[in-house]
């Protein structure tokens, strides 16, 4: 779990999500944007691939940036952790949700936190980052970096 991230799915392509994708396609992470109709989305960077379905592959990070609705959260982390079990990071950018009640149906809650990005997302050149009780520290540190 030492190695720095390098793929990243950001869940979502609206305000948020768009601008969390720039800032890590901008920063050479291999950057997928997973949503419902990607043949909507027109300004993705070069290199920054478009997706309706999860990968096969786990990536690295997860950070989901999809409308603040609990049910629609839980859901999404229970299908992810679905196909990824503990090989991923899970995280959400949530601005209003407890991150304790997202997580609470994840059996990986060791591998969940909080990124939070500020609007608009590319240009702040800071996130907030926390986690949960049960938040491993590699995964904290691993995030960070």
Partial sequence: MNNPIKSVMVVGYGTMGRGIAISFARGGFETT??????SRID?????????????????????ESIPEDMALKQA???????????????????????IEDIAAPLAAKDRFLAIHYMQPAEAFPMVEVCRIEETADAVLTRSVE
């Fill in 33 to 38: 944007v997973l949503s419902r109709d990607p």
């Fill in 43 to 63: 300004d993705l960077l070069d290199g920054v691939a478009a997706i309706a379905e999860p990968p096969a592959v786990a990536p690295d990070l997860i950070i």
């Fill in 76 to 98: 999404l982390f229970g299908r992810l952790e679905g196909l990824y079990g503990d090989r991923t990071i899970y995280s959400t950018n949530t601005s209003g949700l407890p």
